[in-house]
């Protein structure tokens, strides 16, 4: 029953093979090999446009280096307040700009909204000069609340964005996740939408250990080559970044997966609230579930081995749900890999639990 997250399972049995395969004969070094230009070309198809496209190991590094190609030093990145680049990714994002500052937005399950973006945006008027200056906002699909902005949420926002000379990145840890919950493509869903760069994930789902950075005005990438091996993420064998990718790709292997986790997150969400005393904090629109749960159902599950995060009490909007005395504040997260086994299991646990009294 392991819901900590969906990089507590292992690799997709087609991409370890994939990594096997490519593992014959000699290719050139630093990403020069036909199974990355095979991944690259792959990403033009998908997201329908000629982009340059980049591949790295981490999305700290994705999302690091692609708001450095955006912002300089005395820049502003706006994000949400909770954002992954704002909240876990131990400065990487201030580093490799060379010291830009991130401006935190406040917004329910973890969405900007318009007017909260307008109101920032205003603070940071372009030209003062004891300010930074605006120059870079980034969404994060799926939120770190587990929710998803439409896209026609995400062109409004970069429309605003757009207005006052400001580039809008994506962090898309988990892309394919909101995509298959949605009725759109991968361009809308993105450029098509106004996003600028995207940090495009595979490792959450299911691949070993692969993001890429997509610029879709390669004009936006002339220095990315530098920046990614000054920050030391070009890959000297990177025909396995590039097997990894292209098999992800392959077949639609990244929405079956993320189709799967979503499956999953669905089926715990729906045998999860019919449990007495259990609560959503947020809406489960891919594969996250926060939910409240009292402390002995907690407990029961914690025994019988289950394994979750807590979740920071702050975060919670105490108009929408308040937290008992009692109640645990947690995160589960379910993946390709999830076992439903471990579904059931873990829904009878905590019925059993709240049975109990
Ligand atoms: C997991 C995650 C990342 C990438 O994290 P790494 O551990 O550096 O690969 C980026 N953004 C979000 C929202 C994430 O959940």
Redesign the pocket.
Known sequence: MDFASD?SVGVSAEILAAVAAANVGAAHAYGEDAWTAKALARLDEIFERRTASFLLT???AA?ALALAALTPPYGAVFCHESA?VMED?CGAPEFFTAGAKLVGIEGRQGKITPAALRATLGAFPRGRVTQVQPAALSL?QAT?CGTLYTCAEIAELTSIAHEVGVAVHM?G??FANALVAQNCTPAEMSWKAGIDVL?F?A??NGALAC?AVIFFDPAQADNFVYRRKRGGHTLSKGRFLGAQMAAYLEADLWLENASKANAHAAKLVAGLTKVPGIRLVWPTEANEIFVLMPRGIDRALQAAGAHYYEWAFHAIDRAQVQPREDDVFIRLVTSFATDPAAIAEFVAIAQAAAATP
């Open positions: 990089n981490t999305g700290t999302n992954h990714e994060s770190e962090d840890a988990r940090s994930g490792t959450k993001e």
